[in-house]
């Protein structure tokens, strides 16, 4: 996994169903970008996850651009 999330997006077949989530939680990224998408800010993205911290959304939107433009991406999976 690259280095720019590594330790922050993990993939787990046992956590959501082997969705790529924020390390230690149950916070798929794709709920993340959803709620980007859908204009919240990162102020109020964190004050609905206080386990999050900005990091882990920077992480979050950079797998999601590493995925989309066709970078090797191979999560580690537990």
Do not use: H, Q, W
């Not at 924020?22 to 916070?27: A, L, S």
């Not at 920077?58 to 651009?65: D, V």
């Amino acid at each position: 996994m690259d280095e720019k999330y590594k330790g922050r997006i993990v993939v787990d077949k046992r956590i959501m169903v082997g969705k790529p989530v924020i390390k230690g939680t149950r916070i798929p990224v794709d709920a993340i970008v959803r709620r980007i998408a859908e204009g919240m800010t990162v102020k109020e993205i964190l004050e609905d996850y206080p386990n999050l911290t900005e990091g882990d959304i920077k992480a979050a939107l950079e797998y999601c651009a590493d995925v989309i433009s066709g970078e090797d991406v191979m999560p580690l999976i537990n």
